[in-house]
């Protein structure tokens, strides 16, 4: 298998794009499936070697560890796992191909990851993400280039600054809160954890859970004050945290770090998004410094998020290279623009116009009609089957698609066509080059 | 897991367009990573809750024998397995979901599939195909729009009539040529793989491995006769095997198809690329009636292929329904336009121009410039680190951006920029709009 660096996915994106172009221009519509298929679908479909090249997926949970009774673990069975998310891959390349990429790479990767999770509203075992990372350099011009792009794509979309919020923390504060509180370095990704829940199970749930991870009963009391607190505003939060954490240096580092993003991002898209938040914790435990997280106001659950992880890649090259990135899930986004109706009424893709077939005579005429059409970049589709024209309009409205072309042994000898609109019922008698001005008018 | 219809695509490619497009106005580049990794690459960076999320692949052929000795086959340890191909899915898609879907479906599909195969030149574990089909009907215009859509494709990469071909059989005059030669039909397939190697491994190869597989001597010498011969022309190629089929319904039936094939052709972009031949038989077991395959010029192998397959669908639905498609090979293709060095010179997606960063006093005023150049439609990345020129420079050129601008104090105070082109050495010092002016001109 190969990773595609960007000078590959742009010649991709060419041949794909021209691909789509023509296959879209004959009234054929995208179909996406996932990358995994039930083995019973597969099997028997492809001859004996074909069953024989398929990658098999190996099952989970109990149903594995029933066969598993007899053989070591399940590392044994599986040399290979689908991608996760695209950090880690990212992470895999900018250490695998060090000499083949610029020394501050800017990339961005829209591909489908996997998650062998119980499916849930919103969640599924197949997603894409929609990445962008800066690699190579530890500039904090880095987060702000992330965070804009991130508030322009939502703008973009069509979200105001009142629909969604960039939620920022950094790990050197969460790092600093713990030190104050009296967690020990040790119980820190722990106590984390609990305290990521708080949103869910509120504070006495909390107060629980970090009971059960052996957090002692004063640090746990002030973990709750320190990350209950109802302190809003940037500036405020600020001047409260710059008292709290004095005392410690990673603390303090860290609030000022998002001081200056704050004070600097006056000038981007991400102006007036972002929200000083030290109760953002973030699962993941790659992160080091900034770390964000969308929040789509009226949601309920985040619609991406990122952060700095400054250790990552040296865990393949062996050698420091700092990193900073964003991931934007693409489920979530368009479960929102479609709960909120903000798609666009028309979609580019769909056929423009259907070129109806009256008699096996006319075909020639109709195939003649519907390649001069696509050739004017008109995305034209042909009813494969001669015959009335009540079922071919049917198919037409079932396609979404408003404008039919009939073409009789009449039309076809004086040279005319007759476009008809099938949601008002008008229709009229034009030569093809009118017709095609009125297409793409 | 889910399948996106149509209208479902649409609405993702709207996003995706969106997010690539602000993601590359940032001067992000595009990276995709295969869908696998190696299982050490992922374990381990997760947390312990991410390691149980990750769907294992089985490993494969002896490795996995080894393992299994105790335990009774591999579809015990796997239930699910990757696209193996786009027609598969597209049959199940049609089958599950024949009440949301139009009585004849034209769709495309551009993704992965995956195959556990040995790499060689031009072959790969996972690659990208190219599909369209036409579900649905039974009428030969379907073949026709499929064959044209390929060949435009092609034309419009920039292949003219002489750089390719698409070869044109049909399940029914192979089964007709093994009838009149005397071949049972239950070694019909299996010669039919024999068949299929003539041009590898020529006559004598093919004659031997029909003895192996069982096909009685008189049969093996009349099938080399008639699949060996070098009649040229569609139409020679038509009367010489309208004389051999004549015993032969399905011979004959099919030799009709292919005539009407080639003879309506004449106005779609397909005309002059068909050339009929008997001996193309390609392997998948599901084709039963037309089949294509497009060969390149001086390339070898073949880039795509397709034919009509009316059964597959039925075994999932129950129910027969008719369908014909083709599939593009993304990569094959990808390496002839490299080959023959037919990319266009200017890959859309690159930045088009670099900020570069004089000091940390300047750096406002450098992400202020940046935001105006991508709010005009320009992809203008900025160089998150403020320094040497020299620097910044060398990075432009290893990105392959041309044009680079430069505003220190001086030209902050007097409200221009200096734009230069790195390629000629040449600079100007103008104002924004000029800037915007030049670099969209």
Chains 1, 2 share one sequence.
Request: overall charge negative; some cysteine; hydrophobic content about 40%.
């Amino acid at each position: 298998m190969r990773d595609f660096l960007p000078g590959d996915v742009l010649r991709r994106k060419y041949v794909v794009g021209i691909v789509e172009e023509v296959y879209s221009s004959y009234g054929f519509e995208p179909l996406e499936t996932p990358a995994m298929e039930r083995l019973d679908t597969l099997l028997g479909k492809y001859g004996e070697e074909g069953d024989q090249l398929i990658f098999r997926v190996m099952k989970r949970g109990e149903k594995l560890g029933r066969i598993l009774q007899d053989i070591p673990d399940e590392n044994t069975l599986a040399d290979s796992g689908l991608r996760y998310d695209l950090t880690v891959p990212l992470a895999r390349v900018a250490a695998e191909y060090q000499a083949d990429i610029p020394r501050v790479f800017k990339r961005y990767q829209i591909q489908p990851v996997y998650r062998a999770d119980r499916p849930a509203r919103g969640r599924f075992r197949e997603f894409y993400q929609c990445d962008l990372d800066i690699v190579g350099s530890r500039e904090l011009t880095v987060e702000l280039e992330v965070l804009s792009a991130a508030a322009e794509v939502l703008s973009r979309l069509g979200f105001s600054n009142e629909d969604f919020t960039l939620r920022l923390n950094h790990r050197g504060i969460l790092h600093g809160l713990m030190e104050v509180c009296g967690i020990p370095p040790g119980k820190e990704e722990s106590a984390l954890v609990a305290i990521d829940k708080l949103d869910k199970i509120g504070a006495e749930g909390v107060q629980k859970e970090l009971q059960e991870r052996g957090i002692a009963e004063e640090g746990a009391a002030g973990l709750l004050r320190v990350f209950s607190s109802e302190t809003k505003g940037n500036s405020q939060v600020i001047s409260r945290l710059g008292g709290l954490l004095e005392p410690s240096d990673a603390g303090m580092k860290g609030l000022a770090e998002l001081e200056w993003l704050i004070e600097r991002s006056g000038n981007c898209p991400a102006a007036g998004c972002l929200r000083l938040d030290p109760s953002l914790a973030r699962g993941l435990s790659y992160y080091t410094g900034a770390i964000f997280e969308v929040e789509m106001t009226g949601f309920g659950v985040s619609a991406g998020g990122g952060g700095r992880y400054d250790d990552l890649i040296g865990m393949f090259s062996g050698k420091k290279i700092p990193a900073c990135g964003f991931s934007l899930g693409l489920e979530r986004i368009i479960l929102l623009l479609q709960e909120r109706n903000m798609f666009p009424k028309d979609l580019a893709g769909k056929p423009e116009v259907l070129v109806t077939l009256f008699s096996e005579e006319t075909l020639a005429s109709g195939l003649e009609l519907a390649h001069c059409l696509r050739g004017a970049g008109i995305r034209a589709d042909l009813y494969p089957e001669p015959g009335k024209y009540g079922k071919q309009f049917k198919y037409a409205e079932q396609r979404g698609i408003r404008r039919v072309i009939l073409q009789g042994p009449d039309e076809i000898e004086q040279g005319v066509i007759t476009l008809k609109d099938l949601e008002t019922g008008t229709q009229e008698t034009v030569s093809l080059d009118q017709c095609v001005a009125l297409l793409t008018r």
